[in-house]
T-cell receptor, first 110, second 115 residues
Framework: DAKTTQPPSMDCAEGRAANLPCNHS???????VYWYRQIHSQGPQYIIH???NNETNEMASLIITEDRKSSTLILPHATLRDTAVYYC???????????FGQGTTLQVKP | NAGVTQTPKFRVLKTGQSMTLLCAQD?????MYWYRQDPGMGLRLIHY???????AKGEVPDGYNVSRLKKQNFLLGLESAAPSQTSVYFC??????????????FGEGSWLTVV
């Protein structure tokens, strides 16, 4: 299963777009890119996922490069409540050992 | 976090005591996971199971044992608790169908303190 690399931390001004990058250069054809976030010590929350096309839902947008080796999660208008740890993971249907890594700590500032 | 229930939610143990955390799911998922999360750190995989009767080691398995005797339950055991096992423990299940949406479902966490 492909590993992911994320910056350990990022800051964003409230009301601005937050762009969180993720590198997954060894991703294979049947693996999806998933994003989760964890606020304080709650269980991680699903945000969005994609295979190769860009995706948008009510929470965020996901931009996947054409070669699928990297992606960017976009929170279009960050609020203070978006302060959290964001995890990018690569999953296939038969992924057994599911590793989350350290994620990116996003701090939204007023 | 409907569908994944962890018990207990809070527990204080003395060093050397044993205990078992129970994860129960009602979604008929084959894959189940136990993670621990220490302050300021990401989720670290302890053990996982890809089906009833099977278990495998994750990133930090030492000091823990697991069992999956029934498909819906995944138990995490601490035979002799140590202060280093003070942590928040999360159980998760995975739906193998990826295209339709969320695939990983988490419990609400179990706060364990070993004194």
């Amino acid at each position: 299963d492909a590993k992911t690399t994320q910056p350990p931390s990022m800051d964003c001004a409230e009301g601005r777009a937050a762009n969180l990058p993720c590198n997954h250069s060894t991703i294979s054809g049947n693996e999806y890119v998933y994003w989760y976030r964890q606020i304080h010590s709650q269980g991680p929350q699903y945000i969005i996922h994609g295979l190769k096309n860009n995706e948008t839902n009510e929470m965020a947008s996901l931009i996947i490069t054409e070669d699928r080796k990297s992606s960017t999660l976009i929170l279009p208008h960050a609020t203070l409540r978006d302060t959290a740890v964001y995890y990018c993971i690569v999953i296939s249907g038969n992924t057994g050992k599911l590793i989350f890594g350290q994620g990116t700590t996003l701090q939204v500032k007023p | 976090n409907a569908g994944v229930t962890q018990t207990p939610k809070f527990r204080v143990l003395k060093t050397g005591q044993s205990m078992t955390l129970l994860c129960a799911q009602d979604m008929n998922h084959e894959y189940m996971y136990w993670y621990r999360q220490d302050p300021g750190m990401g989720l670290r995989l302890i053990h996982y199971s890809v089906g009833e009767g099977t278990t495998a080691k994750g990133e930090v398995p030492d000091g823990y044992n697991v069992s999956r005797l029934k498909k819906q339950n995944f138990l995490l055991g601490l035979e002799s608790a140590a202060p280093s096992q003070t942590s928040v423990y999360f159980c998760a299940t995975k739906n193998p169908r990826l295209a339709s949406g969320n695939t990983i479902y988490f419990g609400e966490g179990s706060w364990l303190t070993v004194v």
